[in-house]
Nanobody, 123 residues
Framework: VQLQASGGGLVQAGGSLRLSCAAS????????VGWFRQAPGREREFVAA????????NYADSVKGRFTTSRDNAKNTVYLQMSSLKAEDTAVYYC?????????????????WGQGTQVTVSS
């Protein structure tokens, strides 16, 4: 499966953005999907994950209550709705697909990765 993340941009603190992760090659229904982010000079960190059906989720403590991930299997797309954005949310955001459904927080557990989309939050 190939993944393409999009929807990033520049937003003021307190604002919102919705990222999309579009799949091609195979149906995204077969995969759990995770979101990760990487800021300059920092390790890639887990943000959120969603199971194949969309009934189970896992969020990093830093984004709980502000970010929501969902999926539309008919559109072969997974979303990350980000609200109440903070300057510390600034990073390149990646989506990744996992053939298992462990909702893992470990980047190495994921089998396929998109190219990343830049999110910049100005304070």
């Amino acid at each position: 499966v190939q993944l393409q993340a999009s929807g990033g941009g520049l937003v003021q603190a307190g604002g919102s953005l919705r990222l999309s992760c579009a799949a091609s090659g195979r149906t995204i229904r077969a995969y759990a999907v995770g979101w990760f982010r990487q800021a300059p000079g920092r390790e890639r960190e887990f943000v959120a994950a969603l199971d194949q059906i969309g009934g189970l989720t896992n969020y990093a403590d830093s984004v709980k209550g502000r970010f929501t991930t969902s999926r539309d299997n008919a559109k072969n797309t997974v979303y990350l709705q980000m609200s109440s954005l903070k300057a510390e949310d600034t990073a390149v955001y990646y989506c990744a697909a996992d053939q298992d459904s462990a909702l893992s927080v470990v980047a190495g557990s994921y089998d396929y990765w998109g190219q990343g989309t830049q999110v910049t939050v100005s304070s």
